[in-house]
């Protein structure tokens, strides 16, 4: 017995500060890959195999539609060539959204309660999120996303906001940004991890992934930079009373920080340390949601911060590795002869 359903995708064209031709190719094959990757899937947990199918391939007509400049997505004004930052309308109606609907199906091991296998899927949605936007940052957005399944609806509510966010970060000249990596060589690495249906997280590397999750499904909001930390705490590990500094070292060694954007590394994330303090030990000034000025300053830092989980995690998959650790070397000195 199976169930068909339809994950319906709300598609935004990607917000891209260079050439969109220097990510067109990357955003097609990196959807193509997804597709070959998930569209046939298996997952075991307890030793019951749960199967599902996706069918993307309206997700990527959609995504090649959203790089031809003779196509729905751009526009000519003043005889310049524009792109339409906006998603699909229907015929039917302009004030009605429309998303991008992709078939699904779901098989199903115990007739009487199909729970466990929808849980399964909807698992198998939230990993292929991460898995695709820690490849090409940006790619995937479940944040209008709805799972239509026996007639009922699933919110899923990722959003791909901070992925897309970071991309930019190069153009910004920002001290992190990400980079770019084979979906397969993430899946791999991901895979390794041997999460499965796990709900609660066991080691560092699955505290940082889980956290990031929660960050994906947040407006932005102050209350985010407790999730930030505890991301950043996660990856790289704290000692007793020396959580800054530990961050800060051994985020300049796994990302390659270059000398002179050191400083301005340390200043950031004295900033953003100084705002969780503020706010969870006391002592934050809380802002009207009028105070605009307040509200930018702190969305610069909630920024920099996931950015910088996300640039983390990937130089940990690029690497083959979960986590840093640290290794203190004694020697002894002899005495020269004179």
């Known amino acids: 017995m199976h169930i068909d359903g339809v994950l319906k995708v709300s598609f935004m064209p990607r917000d891209y500060s260079g050439d969109d031709s220097n990510i067109c190719n990357i955003d097609v094959e990196a959807i193509k890959e997804i597709a070959q990757l998930y569209s046939v899937n298996n997952m075991i947990w307890d030793e019951i195999e749960y199967s599902s199918t996706i069918d993307w391939n309206k997700l990527i007509d959609v995504i090649e539609d959203s790089y031809d400049e003779n196509g729905r997505f751009y526009t000519e004004i003043d005889g310049s060539v524009y792109k339409v930052m906006a998603q699909l309308k229907t015929d039917e109606d302009d004030s009605e959204l429309a998303p991008i609907e992709l078939a699904v199906k779901i098989a199903i091991t115990d007739n009487e309660n199909p729970d466990k296998d929808i849980l399964a899927f909807k698992k198998l949605l939230m990993d292929v999120f991460l898995i695709a936007n820690l490849s090409v940052p940006g790619i995937l957005d479940l944040f209008n996303a709805r799972l239509d399944l026996n007639g009922e609806e ?17 153009f910004e000249k920002e001290i992190a940004f990400p980079t770019i990596i084979q979906v397969s060589q993430v899946k791999v690495w991901f895979d390794s991890l041997n999460i499965g249906l796990q709900m609660k997280s066991e080691h560092s590397i699955e505290r940082s992934l889980f956290s990031l999750l929660h960050i994906c499904r947040m407006e932005a909001d102050i209350s985010m930079v407790s999730w930030i930390f505890h991301a950043l705490e996660a990856i790289y590990g704290t000692k007793a009373g020396r959580g800054f500094n530990d961050i800060k070292e051994k985020a300049v060694f796994l990302l390659s920080v270059p000398i002179n954007k050191q400083k301005t590394l340390g200043k950031k994330l004295r900033e953003l340390n100084d705002l969780r303090s503020s706010f969870i030990h006391g002592g934050y000034k809380v802002a009207h949601p009028l105070d605009f000025e307040t509200e930018d300053r702190i969305f610069d830092l909630t920024n920099f911060g996931v950015a910088l989980i996300i640039c983390s995690i990937q130089q940990l998959i690029s690497k083959g590795w979960i986590e840093l650790t640290v290794t203190e070397v004694y020697s002894g000195i002899t005495q020269k002869k004179s």
């Not at 699933?154 to 190069?170: C, R």
């Open 154 to 170: 699933f919110k899923l509510q990722l959003s791909n906001f901070y992925f897309q966010y970071s991309v930019n970060a190069e």
